[in-house]
């Protein structure tokens, strides 16, 4: 641990936790009145507080200093400082809870992406050679596209692909993941990264996988979806429901894992959401309404044996309705 670490005392420590996540909380995009007016209830209390802001507010400076014509490369070497930077200052504050909030709510930690969205947000965007690229809320993608090149560089989150009418010469169409590469074959699909793989699911047409450390390639045809790693794939299965449905705003339920449904809408609520590990596997099924998570959590509550348990506004757990045959509190 730094030097400055070991001189923090326990009472500056917890300022610096508390600024940190006062910080994560108002760049979120989702800080209404009463969030400003706690935090400047807080900023007020004491000298301690005063202090802890300005070194965590010294990372907005060193965004905002940087010139408008920098180079990408630039760019991400400067954010990568930043994310050390945060990291480091977590760290001394032992903020495991401020670290969790900032890698699921602040934007510009994805800053250097060429598109990239937030909380509850979707983009859709026409690409230069006429094809469709809609991201999915907490994504991010680089855009690729040279005489030699049509590529998305997935970073984060998922997004759909409807690739346009070309030419027999032009390059292929090619989305890259931090685990393989998924080949377009004059398709509409979706691909998004799921933990340690990423899952790939075609509407039309087809697709090529290729993990990153094989040279072995899986074709998939429309109706078909599978989930890679760096070194292999699931076998293909028949998509269920609507994969792409999130793109008008639902979440088409058919024998969805809990876990699943939770993770679909961790992306279009603020804050936590998750639930029981021995709900995990539950299957449910329904139409759900992404952009009204409140509506959703609400139906989910009134068709499976679930309660939605509140911690506070940002904290939210599904747990069973009933507990060792009583209630649940």
């Given at each position: 641990m730094s030097r400055l670490a070991h001189e923090l005392s326990a009472d500056d420590a917890a300022a610096l936790r508390q600024a940190a996540v006062w910080y994560a909380r108002l760049c979120s995009g989702s800080a209404g009145d009463d969030d400003r007016r706690e935090w400047a209830l807080w900023h007020a209390a004491s000298e301690r507080h005063r202090r802890a802001w300005q070194q965590v507010d010294g990372l907005r400076d060193q965004l905002q200093a940087l010139p408008g014509?920098?180079?990408?490369?630039?760019?991400?070497?400067?954010?990568?400082?930043?994310?050390?930077?945060?990291?480091?200052l977590l760290?001394?504050?032992?903020?495991?809870?401020?670290?969790?909030?900032?890698?699921?709510?602040?934007?510009?930690?994805?800053?250097?992406?060429?598109?990239?969205?937030?909380?509850?947000?979707?983009?859709?965007?026409?690409?230069?050679?006429?094809?469709?690229?809609?991201?999915?809320?907490?994504?991010?993608?680089?855009?690729?596209?040279t005489p030699r090149r049509r590529l998305l560089r997935l970073r984060a989150g998922e997004i759909l692909v409807e690739t346009?009418?070309?030419?027999?010469?032009?390059?292929?169409?090619?989305?890259?993941?931090?685990?393989?590469t998924v080949t377009a074959l004059g398709t509409r699909f979706t691909v998004g990264i799921d933990g340690d793989g990423a899952r790939v699911q075609v509407l039309d047409k087809a697709v090529r996988v290729a993990p990153a450390g094989g040279d072995r390639t899986q074709v998939l045809s429309a109706g078909e979806g599978l989930r890679?790693?760096?070194?292999?794939?699931?076998?293909p299965a028949r998509i269920a429901g609507e994969p792409a449905a999130?793109?008008?705003?639902?979440?088409?339920?058919?024998?969805?894992?809990?876990?699943?449904?939770?993770?679909?809408?961790g992306r279009y609520r603020h804050g936590h959401i998750g639930c029981s590990p021995e709900l995990a596997d539950m299957k449910v099924s329904g139409v759900f309404p992404l952009d009204d998570a409140e509506r959703a959590l609400a139906v989910l509550g009134h068709a499976f044996p679930i309660r939605v348990v509140r911690r506070t506004r940002y904290w939210v757990s599904i747990q069973?309705?009933?507990?060792?045959?009583?209630a649940g509190a």
């Amino acid at each position: 641990m730094s030097r400055l670490a070991h001189e923090l005392s326990a009472d500056d420590a917890a300022a610096l936790r508390q600024a940190a996540v006062w910080y994560a909380r108002l760049c979120s995009g989702s800080a209404g009145d009463d969030d400003r007016r706690e935090w400047a209830l807080w900023h007020a209390a004491s000298e301690r507080h005063r202090r802890a802001w300005q070194q965590v507010d010294g990372l907005r400076d060193q965004l905002q200093a940087l010139p408008g014509g920098v180079s990408g490369q630039t760019l991400r070497a400067a954010a990568r400082r930043r994310r050390v930077v945060l990291r480091g200052l977590l760290l001394m504050g032992g903020a495991g809870g401020a670290a969790w909030w900032v890698q699921r709510q602040v934007p510009w930690l994805d800053v250097t992406a060429d598109l990239r969205t937030a909380t509850a947000e979707r983009l859709r965007r026409t690409l230069p050679d006429g094809s469709t690229l809609v991201l999915n809320a907490r994504s991010a993608v680089d855009v690729v596209f040279t005489p030699r090149r049509r590529l998305l560089r997935l970073r984060a989150g998922e997004i759909l692909v409807e690739t346009a009418a070309a030419a027999a010469s032009m390059p292929k169409w090619v989305v890259e993941t931090p685990f393989g590469t998924v080949t377009a074959l004059g398709t509409r699909f979706t691909v998004g990264i799921d933990g340690d793989g990423a899952r790939v699911q075609v509407l039309d047409k087809a697709v090529r996988v290729a993990p990153a450390g094989g040279d072995r390639t899986q074709v998939l045809s429309a109706g078909e979806g599978l989930r890679f790693t760096r070194d292999g794939w699931d076998a293909p299965a028949r998509i269920a429901g609507e994969p792409a449905a999130w793109v008008d705003g639902r979440l088409v339920a058919v024998d969805m894992p809990l876990a699943e449904w939770v993770a679909a809408f961790g992306r279009y609520r603020h804050g936590h959401i998750g639930c029981s590990p021995e709900l995990a596997d539950m299957k449910v099924s329904g139409v759900f309404p992404l952009d009204d998570a409140e509506r959703a959590l609400a139906v989910l509550g009134h068709a499976f044996p679930i309660r939605v348990v509140r911690r506070t506004r940002y904290w939210v757990s599904i747990q069973p309705r009933w507990r060792n045959g009583s209630a649940g509190a």
